[in-house]
């Protein structure tokens, strides 16, 4: 018994513990998940400023250090603060309505601030690097304007980007097309951006009556069921006519959250 305790992996240890104990240590490491965060962000915003030539505003030493930042930004709140939201589903039963609830509402909440910061990115980072490449680059050497001006303000996601745009250009490929890709890319980004807040919100709404259904359970023994949507007999199937109009919708994020 004592050589398993020793040998187990925390994860089959932590499985074992209540509710609460998994809930309380979800929210533990947030802490920490923002000091590990504070600091590689403020480390890479001083080296930043400190590259800003004399004369030049910082504001974009500002938002380049904040893309440069979206992967430790997902990797130290977002994704412990979809944990810390699992935890409260978890203390609350997981499975029940009223654990979906509040699950799934700060799940939303996490998702909202998580867009917030990539909208911003795409306002103040992505647009603006498309407008250095395309507008200001109009009428001259798309190459070489994009090297020796946009380059160096362009954050590290962009970058593999702009060398294949650049690439492209010095093959022949004209400078309408090059933009007419970016933008196409850019406005695809902006409508994807709100996907998930959509669909932790359709399921927290979704969850709602499930909860004041699920009051009714002490004094109606039918009640309950109001998310049952397989054996409900107040369910009804629309089959669209003829179906394969509609196929498309299943690769989109609004059906699949359906």
């Known amino acids: 018994m004592g050589q398993q305790f020793i040998t187990a992996t925390p994860g089959n240890f932590i499985r074992r513990l209540p509710g609460a104990s998994i809930g309380v240590s979800a929210f533990g490491g947030s802490v920490i998940d923002m000091t590990q965060f504070s600091w590689r962000f403020v ?35 977002v994704k412990p603060g979809f944990r810390a939201c699992s935890g409260i589903g978890i203390m609350l039963g997981y499975s029940n309505p009223w654990a979906r609830l509040f699950r799934e509402s700060c799940c939303a909440a996490v998702a909202t601030q998580a867009t917030a910061v990539a909208t911003g990115i795409v306002l103040f980072v992505d647009i603006p690097s498309l407008a250095c490449m395309c507008r200001d680059a109009e009428g001259r050497n798309f190459a070489t304007y994009a090297r020796e001006t946009c380059w160096a303000p362009a954050p590290l996601h962009i970058k593999p980007l702009l060398a294949s745009l650049i690439a492209d250009s010095e093959s022949g490929e004209s400078q309408k097309n090059i933009c007419r890709q970016l933008g196409t890319q850019t406005e695809d980004k902006m409508r994807a951006i709100i996907d998930p807040v959509m669909q932790h919100g359709y399921a927290a709404t979704e969850a709602v009556g499930s909860s004041l259904d699920y009051v009714t359970t002490l004094f109606d023994k039918n009640a309950g069921s109001c998310a049952d949507l397989i054996t409900s007999p107040y369910t009804m199937a629309l089959v669209p006519e003829p179906i394969d109009y509609f196929r498309g919708c299943s690769k989109t994020q609004s059906c699949r959250s359906r």
């Open 43 to 77: 480390t890479r915003l001083i080296l930043k400023l400190l590259a800003v030539e004399q004369g030049k505003t910082l504001a974009p030493a500002l938002w380049q250090a904040t893309a440069d930042s979206m992967d430790d930004f997902d990797t130290y709140l």
